[in-house]
């Protein structure tokens, strides 16, 4: 996929989504912060180790690389520059997560579990937000256009693209419909009307707008000509059928 | 002689024993912290090693081994490289927290 950057681009694509997860939530970056020197100090232990075995697999030939799908740089004549890039952030990484596991676990908390309950509790009341659908007008009806693309989109035989923007543009409206909706429905509990409250339940229906509109411009433009192709191959064997 | 097994205890299986019998109070304590680690090489780890060996970027058949494979990857990466390796990483990085008194 990647060439001669293939190992070097494979490193990166499983170490640094994980990295940024741990190191981007500021509650769990408070405590790596604090604790830098520790994961510094694992990171250059193990990756100085690290680097001092791993030629030793390749020449015993406990394992072996494609010469085409790595860089092929040797720091200091020894060892690949991929391997010190591999030990360096996998170090990393796992230095992290047991930094910040240790101190929960101290507290008494199990930091991987707290997280996946909280995914779990989120998708449960995001599920149960979809109830809100056939309570309101507007979303019925993008749900019910929706269903009418998804007719025309399969009776048209889209192509792969087609069908990506069409999903998109789906969500998109039905999304915004619903954030709408739960904004609608915050402000008729702020009390007595105020324009500002006014100002803040238009600006968010000017969004469904928007993306409602674009959504239509787009469905014109994918399936207006087979339409108008579909009516005029339909007009011309009429008219031949007449004759 | 399976090379890749006798590389994996003699690079891993040697270290995690010395090391881990001296932070063994800290593993215990911290066993939770331990397991999820594993399951964190194991799974992530796994996918990615599947990934490069099935994409021709390493292969673990220039050497002897154990003879039993998952796919692309010999017995040998489940046994000795995920958990020794990993072993290896937390037991270092435990010692580290350990010598700040953090632990």
Redesign the interface.
């Given at each position: 996929?990647f060439d001669r950057a293939?190992?070097i681009g494979?490193t990166l694509?499983?170490c640094l989504p994980?990295i940024v997860l741990l190191w981007l939530r500021a509650e769990f970056c408070a405590v790596l912060a604090r604790?830098w020197?520790?994961?510094a100090?694992?990171v250059a232990?193990?990756t100085a180790?690290g680097c001092a075995?791993w030629p030793?697999?390749l020449r015993?030939?406990?394992?072996?690389?494609?010469p085409g799908?790595?860089s092929g740089v040797r720091v200091l004549g020894y060892v690949y520059l991929d391997d010190v890039l591999w030990w360096a952030l996998?170090?990393f990484l796992?230095?992290s997560?047991?930094?910040l596991?240790?101190e929960y676990?101290?507290r008494g908390e199990?930091i991987?579990l707290r997280e996946i309950g909280g995914l779990v509790r989120a998708f449960g009341h995001a599920v149960r937000g979809l109830r809100v659908v056939p309570r309101e007008r507007n979303a019925t009806i993008h749900v019910a256009v929706s269903v009418l693309v998804l007719l025309e989109a399969l009776l048209f035989e889209l192509e792969r693209w087609e069908w990506a923007a069409v999903w998109l543009a789906i969500g998109l409206v039905i999304g915004l419909e619903l954030a709408n909706s739960a904004v609608e429905r915050l402000a008729a509990r702020t009390g007595p009307p105020d324009p500002a409250v006014g100002l803040i339940k238009d600006a968010a229906a000017g969004a469904v707008l928007v993306a409602a509109v674009c959504t239509a411009l787009l469905g014109l433009l994918i399936f207006l000509p087979r339409l108008l192709r579909a009516v005029s191959a339909t007009a011309a064997a009429s008219l031949l059928s007449a004759r | 002689m399976p090379v890749y097994l006798v590389y994996l205890l003699v690079g891993f299986g040697l270290p995690v024993a010395v090391a881990g019998w001296i932070a063994r109070r800290r593993l215990w304590r911290y066993r939770r912290t331990v397991l999820w680690s594993l399951v964190f090489v194991a799974g992530l780890g796994g996918v990615w090693d599947w990934l490069a060996c099935v994409t021709g970027v390493w292969r673990y058949d220039t050497a002897p081994t154990l003879g039993v494979w998952l796919g692309p990857l010999p017995v040998e990466e489940f046994l000795g490289f995920y958990t020794l390796g990993t072993l290896w990483i937390v037991t270092v990085v435990l010692w580290l927290l350990g010598r700040g008194n953090d632990v």
């Open positions: 996929m293939s190992y494979y694509l499983f994980p604790r020197r520790t994961i100090g694992a232990l193990l180790y075995i030793v697999a015993v030939g406990a394992w072996s690389y494609d799908k790595i996998v170090s796992l230095a997560f047991v930094v596991s240790v676990e101290r199990d991987v | -």
